[in-house]
Structures are given as structure tokens and as C-alpha cells.
């Protein structure tokens, strides 16, 4: 006889009771930023930005950008392991469709659970399909941050402005006082 293997399409796996943050950082001063892209049209761009704009304004060390294999999917979790190797916080984006917001989400998750402090990024627009698997994931109180949409068909000065925007969320999510 044959066994197949039953598998929970609930995501309600062993990992998915943890709902405790990583240690926050106070300061950003040196700290290693990590962007993770999950290929959806100006999320690199969102990304630099925000990147920058902490190197700038909160004297972050360098960034570094790792982008996942599809936007649809969370993201492998052998590149889940080596962001929380190389780096100190992680800001992930963008969600700007529903199962790309869902996944955006569930990265910033996994992060967290991985022990990096992380601020996941959707659009205001699919704000609900994020928090919905924030609740599926088992942290129905993960915060994460919503850009105005849309995100995809803006011009760079535009994607500057929603980066500037998110700045304050960015910080705020991290838990950083200085």
C-alpha cells in the first residue's frame, strides 16, 4: 500500500505559531540594510530610495539587494537564511497585487521569524490581502506598511515621493529612536 503525504494548504505549519518580533534595533547608525525585490515593476527603485534615504537621514551602513525568484511565492528558504546571515534589518516590497502583497507579507514574516527585523511594503490597495496572511501565517498583528497605489507605472520622481512617504512607517516598524 502506498502512503501519500497530506499537506495543510493553510500555511498553518510548525513555524506559523511563532508571533514574537525580532530584537529592535534603537539606531540604524552602521547597521546593514538589506532590500529584498520581489520582481514587480519599480520594487528595486522603491527600494534604493528607501535604501538611501536611511543612509542619509539615519546613518545606516550599506545596503545590500537580494531579489526572490517570483513575486507570487514567498521567498526560498535557503535566501530567507542568507539575508538573515548578512544583514541587520530588511525592508521587502512591493505588494501591489494580491498574491504579490500576500507574499511581500509572508517574506517580512519569515524574516522576522529568522530573527531580522523586517518592514514589509504593499499598496494601500491590497493592504487587506496582506493583513489576511498575516493572520494565515499566525501573526495577525505583524505591522507592515502600504504605499498609496499604484506602485508599478510611476515615473522615478514619483517612486521618490512613496519612498520619502514610507520613511516615517519604515523607522517607526523597525523600532528605531534616533
Known amino acids: 500500500m502506498v502512503q501519500e503525504l497530506l499537506l495543510d494548504p493553510t ?12 530584537p529592535r534595533p534603537t539606531s540604524l547608525r552602521g547597521l546593514t540594510i538589506g532590500l529584498l525585490d520581489n520582481t514587480k515593476p519599480n520594487a528595486t527603485n522603491l527600494l534604493r530610495e528607501i535604501g538611501e534615504e536611511l543612509q542619509r537621514s539615519y546613518g545606516a551602513g550599506e545596503t545590500r539587494l537580494y531579489t526572490k525568484d517570483y513575486f507570487g511565492t514567498p521567498a526560498a528558504d535557503d535566501l530567507i537564511a542568507q539575508i538573515a546571515e548578512e544583514v541587520d534589518v530588511v525592508v521587502t516590497a512591493v505588494g501591489d497585487c494580491g498574491s504579490c502583497s500576500a507574499a511581500t507579507v509572508a517574506d517580512g514574516i519569515l524574516l522576522e521569524r529568522a530573527g531580522v527585523p523586517t518592514v514589509s511594503i504593499t499598496s494601500d490597495s491590497f493592504f487587506p490581502s496582506g493583513r489576511a496572511m498575516a493572520k494565515v501565517q499566525g501573526f495577525p498583528g505583524f505591522d ?6 499604484p506602485v508599478a507605472s510611476l515615473s522615478a520622481d514619483e517612486i521618490r515621493e512613496r519612498a520619502l512617504a514610507a520613511i516615517p512607517e519604515v523607522v517607526r516598524i523597525l523600532g528605531v529612536e534616533e
Do not use: I, P, W, Y
Request: proline content about 0%.
Open 144 to 149: 507592515f506598511f502600504a504605499v498609496k497605489h
Open 11 to 22: 500555511g498553518m505549519d510548525e513555524r506559523a505559531a511563532d508571533s514574537t518580533l525580532s
